[in-house]
Structure formats: C-alpha cells, structure tokens
C-alpha cells in the first residue's frame, strides 16, 4: 500500500519556540493532505487540510497564525506550531491519499509534541 | 458534535474471543471506514463500506452499516493479543475530508 512518512516521531521544545513536522507521500502524488491532532486516548480532531500550490483551509477554531501550513509540492506538506507553549503539547498526525478514486487514506506515524 | 460516537469506550476479552464495537454518526454518508492505531502510532486503514452496502467481509474483519440507523459495526472474530489497540470509525459525507469517531480501545488477553 501507499507510503506515508511523518517526522520527526518525537520533538521537545522549549516554550516559545518553533517547530515543524514534516509529512512525505513516498510512492504517490498527493494534492491533498490532512493534519490532525490528538490528545491521549481521544479521538482524531481535523486541523487543517493542505492543498499543494494554494492556503490551507484549517477548521473551525484552529488558529492559522498559530498552525503554519505549507504544501509547497505534491509529495511534502510541513506543519510548523509557532511559539509553541505547553498547551499544544499533543499527538500530531497527517494523512494523505492518492486520490483517482482511492477513497480510504494513508497516515504517518504521528509526532509527539512536548513542550517545556 | 457531528464526530461520530463509539461503544464501548474500552473492551476488555480473552484471545479467541469475537470483539464487537459500534459507531454512530449524525449526517449523511458516502461511505464508512474503519481504522485501527495502536499505542502512539499512526492509523492503519481496515476495511471500507459503501453506503449502499450492508455488509462487508475481510480476513477476521466483518462490518456492517444500516444507514437507517446511521449505525455500523465491527466484529474481529477469534482476537489475537496482536489484536490489542485502538479502533476508531471514520466517514465522508463528499470528498475525502474524514470524520473519525471517538474510538474504542481493545485489549485481548492471554
């Protein structure tokens, strides 16, 4: 099956400082991918869906100053949690399809965001 | 809310045992997938069904959806340990935006 790749698996911070998660589709094209986040043993909450070449179109109540997005080509989208604090500590995790009919996704083994 | 609700929140059984958990949802459907994590991992897709199916089979896997009831189910027959984790229902009502339910979490004991 497709390939998604997600790093880093883990990231400490310090409070106030950036950090960007990469997400790669390794043996397909994705013109769409869909970051999520997840507190422990809840559920996948949608933050933002990424769409290569244009903004992406985050959810209600998520921040986009907060939550960069950019999906500068059709195999990479990067989160980057700005200024973090401890509150965005938590489970972040893309997900990718190939799309031409394949309606199930593909996901990246997540990162796990602490900040200090 | 228009996230989908699960039942159980937690199962516990013994391996060999058949597993069974539920999911509801609100809005109208394309189809219904199911999607297993385990512990500080990414999902793994299960298994698909379309909103004019009624049932679906694969391996140990058996889902069912009654869009009357905007209801589905997922039965693992004959769990393993292998099987332990979290298992959350997933839909789409158009495009490929996903809607994930608030999951269950299985463990099989020895």
């Known amino acids: 099956g497709a390939v998604v790749s997600q790093h880093p698996s883990w990231v400490i911070c310090k409070s106030g400082t950036s950090v960007k998660i990469e997400c790669r589709s390794l043996?397909?094209?994705?013109?769409?991918m869909f970051w999520y986040r997840q507190f422990p043993k809840q559920s996948l909450m949608l933050m933002a869906t990424?769409?290569?070449?244009?903004?992406?179109?985050?959810e209600q109540g998520v921040e986009k100053d907060k939550f960069l997005i950019n999906h500068a080509s059709l195999t990479l989208s990067t989160l980057t949690v700005t200024s973090a604090h401890p509150e965005d500590s938590s489970f972040y995790i893309c997900s990718a399809g190939p799309g031409q009919g394949e309606e199930k996704l593909f996901f990246g083994s997540g990162t796990q965001l602490s900040v200090l | 809310s228009q996230q989908g609700e699960e039942d159980p929140q937690a199962l516990s059984i013994q391996e060999g045992e058949n597993a069974t958990m539920n999911c509801s949802y609100k809005t109208s459907i394309n189809n219904l997938q199911w999607y297993r994590q385990n512990s500080g991992r990414g999902l793994v897709h299960l298994i698909l069904?379309?909103?004019?199916?009624r049932e679906k089979h694969s391996g140990r896997l058996r889902v069912t959806l009654d869009t009357s009831k905007k209801s589905s189910s997922l039965l693992i027959t004959a769990s393993r340990a292998a099987d332990t984790a979290s298992y959350f229902c997933?839909?789409?009502?158009?495009?490929?935006?996903?809607?994930f339910g608030t999951g269950t979490q299985l463990k099989v004991e020895l």
């Open positions: 043996d397909f094209q994705a013109t769409t």
């Open positions: 990424s769409n290569e070449g244009s903004k992406a179109t985050y």
């Open positions: 069904i379309r909103s004019n199916e």
């Open positions: 997933a839909f789409t009502g158009g495009g490929n935006k996903l809607t």
